[in-house]
């Protein structure tokens, strides 16, 4: 019985320990996002500026494909660390990410063809990205600080 409490109560406390890491699933993420919907596939268009963590953008939403993120969706999301964009994601819009100051990791996936204006300007936090070979255009100022 001691064994099993001390067990508990170790795992309690691991856990405990990661609380300040917030991860949000495609599932919570229908919470916190919107979209505006087409006859074939869907835009991430907002983002409660009180998310934090690491956001995890569906590649689904109501059965259809998530293909762009608008501009200014995520703008001024200060307290977000991580964002994984799915690959049916095709255009990231300018100032989609602008002001999310303490965001530190961007996954940009095979199938992003387009980043725009300003993207990701004041995402001082974000030191390194990797940029997919179908990227075919990056507008001026995307990573602007």
Do not use: H
């Not at 320990?17 to 996002?33: D, R």
């Not at 199938?111 to 507008?139: D, H, M, N, W």
């Amino acid at each position: 019985m001691k064994k099993i409490l001390s067990f508990t109560l170790t795992l309690i406390v691991l856990l405990s320990s990661f609380s300040c890491l917030t991860m949000v699933t495609p599932a919570q993420a229908a919470e916190i996002l919107k979209f505006r919907l087409s006859s074939d596939y869907c835009i991430l268009t907002e983002c409660d500026e009180g998310a934090s963590g690491e956001i995890i953008i569906p590649e689904v939403y109501n059965n259809l494909p998530v293909k762009a993120i608008e501009g200014n969706a995520f703008s001024e999301c200060k307290n977000i660390t991580g964002v994984v964009i799915p690959s049916t994601v095709e255009i990231i819009a300018g100032g989609a990410f602008k002001g999310c100051s303490s965001l530190e990791k961007v996954e940009i996936p095979e199938g992003v063809k387009y980043i725009g204006q300003r993207a990701f300007r004041g995402c001082k936090a974000l030191k390194e990205i990797q940029l997919p070979s179908t990227v075919s255009a990056i507008e001026y100022g995307a990573f602007e600080n």
